[in-house]
């Protein structure tokens, strides 16, 4: 039942925060927009006047994709690493972001201003870039350990069975296991961040330990919000291709309606973020109130 | 009635034994031998499969078809690539091959060949004889040929009959053979006879062996001959093999002794494992075997459908199979090295548990194995000095059969909206190399010295062979091919000898079109390593309404300021041509005019730059330089065309699913924290 009211009620939360999930689309949007640009351009001069390129408009020609790769894939390379880059820069914007949405959503019967956002993002900043960094290392650390463990069986496995479907089950298993300790490592730092604006935590490492306490004993709950959350992006996501497969980006109305779809997708993307933080916060206070008369006992003998 | 008939029966019983076992030893396939069967083998071998060992007895039937007396013979021992690093195999590939690196420090991984005994049947034992030598390079530890001097020469027309004890110590799979736990591949297994090529066979000016050492990238040249082989191995192996199975006896200590009977063919290789299940099917005479494993049995079907579909499209564009049977192997996941090759009736395939029906490997290495059956098979071309005769002409239409069955654009891989054609995947294989120019085709199989082998061999000649189908037409491309497998099949055929079918053909077909002969055709892209590349560089289109500025008349100065013709503008457009290749083809230009007419315009395709211009009411929309793209040689496609009313609707499209692309991605890597 909490999940559900925490589900419903981080929906509601993030519906009243329009200006602040439009303030954050169009960062989005423009981000792509800087390399988008001069992409295209160097599409443009690449293809120069050719006609081989219209083949694309219809269908995916592997032909002309090729030819264009093999001679103007040093073009476009930059355009790659360059988005990479970005990615890796809105990552700190989101780690920026982050306590800005935590505020917002924390005192939502408030008005929203951009500047109670900003300013509360600024506060925050510090803090939540650290721990991004531990649960960066953590996540990469996890993923190096299982990826060892994982060649490990695979290569025993490959050794001692028969066939393939072993290898692949296997292999399904490992990579299942593996997701699943992902989100999980995802909760705890939602919470360690929750716990940083409730509580106003200086100590990112403590709150990852307080934070990884309270996601275990409340397993069900904070593990299952979060992965109802994270199937409204997937089933959004399939919805998407098959209404592209039917649309068709064959002409100029077809390409801008998809471009209407695909940014509505983007838009969801970021709502459905600040919904599992709005919702996470809401569970928090369910679970975080009953849990303050304990405050003050040490946590791992701190 | 019942004491009689038991009374006889035994009798009985034992004289149909003995008459169905003659009748099976005794079966011929062929009234009259396709081939001089110069090269024939009696064998018997026994597997042991805990030692991987096999020892084998065989007796050698080999026919001197020269005039030349020959006092020397020479033999590949194959299995000696894999016996030491040191080998010229190991030494060339590095201990890998196609990915599969052999496991250098497990004893079990190795095989070798030992020649025991050799003796002339009836005459003098030559076992002491024997001395390896390494006709191709220097390399003294190679001990993949030996030569065996003889006392008494063979004669022409003579045949010398050899008993030759040997043991063969199979490999962990490893290039095509081998072992892989209970599965075995058994291929270049025994000592097998080199070629004596005599004036008449391929480039021969006098006679000589050819018998090469076993290379990393080659493959085999063999003679024809008559196989009968009796393999003795656990009751539990099921096996398949080169040929048919004529008997089967079940001997007392646990074993069984299989028969199987070839003719007309140039290897004999065989498979067993305790575990495969097989499927069935027929197509005209040709009855099916699929050896599979049970994991795979559900894409039998796959296995068999694509042998039936190479089988009805060789029949029709090359020439009939002879052969009543064909067995394909399906190597298990371990055996993955013994996946994809070929021996008369005989190939192995290969395939995953769960591929997917829209990925068609499967279908793609059934086709190509199949299709050496003809090429590396019948026509038995040396695979070690034109190993284009056999890859590359089996690749070219073993892209046209899969484009066939399974569409242009979606014969290799048609999944999750992702698709090519297998042709479009070899050109690719061929164009997409950092350097296509890095070795002209016609060269030795070991002549690679810095890779390319495979993209050369396979992917650049199924990619001129298609050039040369479209610039002659399919219908007298196929004629070329009939007459090049009915001419020369089972006479081991070399580049020339295509090359004068060719020019015979299109000179009959075209005259002096394509010029006095195809040799210049040949020049460029077999025996020459220049890419090609064609371009519409440019369209240039000025209103030009002449007469303009002063002319003289009848003593007087003119002053033409604008001059209409009839309301209507003319204009002057240019259509240039650059040749950025060095290689030279004839090419059509097609020019598209603003009243919807077209002109195509013809060029030599010889000068750098060709331009074609046309003072015209209509404007020059568009052209292309070869429109049809007959010269699919040409390494960029996308080049050939030019307008001068570009689209920019893909340009869109891409501008917007780059937004999207670079959006998710950001999204994405922002959900870690």
Known sequence: ????????????????????????????????????????????????????????????????????????????????????????????????????????????????????????????????????????????????????????????????????????????????????????????????????????????????????????????????????????????????????????????????????????????????????????????GKFGNKEEASEGEPVFGI | MDKSYCKISPFFFLIIYFSFSTILISQTIFKTPLSPRNASYDMDVKLNPDTKIIDGFETLHWKNLSNDNISELRFHLYLNAFKNTKSTFMKESGGQLRGINIDENETKSWGWVDVLSMKVQNGEDLTNKIKFIHPDDDNADDQTVISVPLAKAVRPGETINLDIKFKSKLPKIFARTGFADDYFLVGQWFPKIGVYEYPGIRYATKGQWNCHQFHANSEFYADFGVYNVNITLPRKYIVGAVGIQTGEKKNNDGTKTLTFHAEDVIDFAWTASPIFKTAEATWKHVKIKVLLQPEHFAQAKRHTQSAINALEYLDKHVGKYPYPNLTIVDPPLRGLGSAGMEYPTFITAGCLWGMPDGIRFTENVVIHEFGHNYFMGMLASNEFEEAFLDEGFNTYLETRIMDHYYGKKTSFVNFVGYHFGDLESQREGYVGMNNPKIAEDFRTAWGYKDGGYGAITYSKTATWMTTLDRLVGRET?????????????????????????????????????????????????????????????????????????????????????????????????????????????????????????????????????????????????????????????????????????????????????????????????????
Request: net charge positive; hydrophobic share 50%; glycine share 4%.
């Open chain 2, 477 to 673: 491309m196929d004629v070329i091919m009939k007459t090049y497998f009915n001419r020369w099949s089972f006479k081991h055929p070399c580049a020339k000898n295509f090359i004068d079918i060719v020019n015979e053909i299109v000179k009959k077909k075209y005259g002096n079109k394509f010029g006095d002969n195809m040799n210049w055709f040949f020049n460029e892209v077999l025996y020459g390593s220049d890419i090609c590349d064609y371009k519409l560089a440019y369209i240039s289109v000025k209103n030009v309404n002449s007469p303009l500025g002063v002319y003289d008349s009848s003593g007087t100065k003119l002053f033409y300021r604008y001059h209409s013709t009839n309301g209507k503008s003319i204009y002057h457009s240019k259509v240039a041509v650059y040749r950025l290749g060095e290689v030279i083809m004839p090419v059509d230009i097609l020019v598209h005019f603003d009243n919807d007419k077209d002109t195509l315009v013809s060029w030599d395709g010889k000068d750098r730059t060709f331009d074609i211009e046309f003072d015209k009411p209509e404007k020059v929309v568009w052209a292309k330089v070869d429109p049809k793209q007959k010269l699919l040689i040409d390494v960029n496609l996308n080049n050939n065309s030019y307008t001068t009313e570009p689209s920019s609707k893909y340009r869109k499209k891409y501008f917007v699913k780059f937004i999207f692309w670079v959006q998710n991605l950001m999204t994405s890597i922002s959900m870690i924290f």
């Open chain 1, 1 to 284: 039942m909490k999940i559900i009211t925490s589900y419903t009620s981080g929906f509601k939360a993030t519906f009243n925060t329009k200006k602040l999930l439009t303030t954050i689309y169009i960062i989005t949007f423009l981000m792509a927009l800087i390399i988008a640009i001069p992409f295209s351009s160097t599409i443009q001069k690449e293809a120069g006047s050719s006609m081989a390129f219209s083949a694309l408009l219809k269908d995916f020609d592997y032909t002309v994709y090729r030819d264009f790769m093999n001679h103007s894939a040093m073009a476009i390379q930059p355009y790659i690493s360059t988005a990479i880059w970005m990615g890796i820069f809105y990552l700190l914007f989101t780690i920026f972001f982050e306590g800005g949405i935590l505020k917002v959503l924390k005192r939502k019967e408030d008005k929203f201003t951009l500047r109670f956002f900003w300013e509360a993002s600024a506060k925050y900043f510090s803090r939540f870039f650290r721990l991004a960094i531990y649960m960066i290392i953590t996540q990469v650390v996890i993923a190096v350990i299982l990826f060892i463990i994982l060649s490990l069986i695979l290569s025993s496995v490959y050794k001692s069975v028969p066939n393939e479907s072993y290898i692949f089950y296997t292999a399904l298993i490992g990579v299942i296991i593996y997701l699943l300790i992902f989100i999980f490592l995802l909760v705890v730092t939602d919470y360690a961040k929750i716990m940083m604006v409730e509580n106003d935590e200086y100590r990112p490492f403590r709150t990852i330990l307080r934070s990884f306490v309270f996601t275990f004993k409340h397993f069900l709950s904070t593990y299952f919000l979060y992965l109802l959350l994270l199937i409204v992006p997937i089933v959004l996501f399939v919805i998407y291709f098959k209404i592209e497969s039917i649309i068709g980006m064959t002409s100029g109305w077809g390409i801008l309606i998809v471009f209407i779809i695909q940014q509505l997708l983007v838009w969801c993307r970021i709502f459905t973020k600040i919904w599992i933080l709005g919702s996470e916060l809401t569970l928090y």
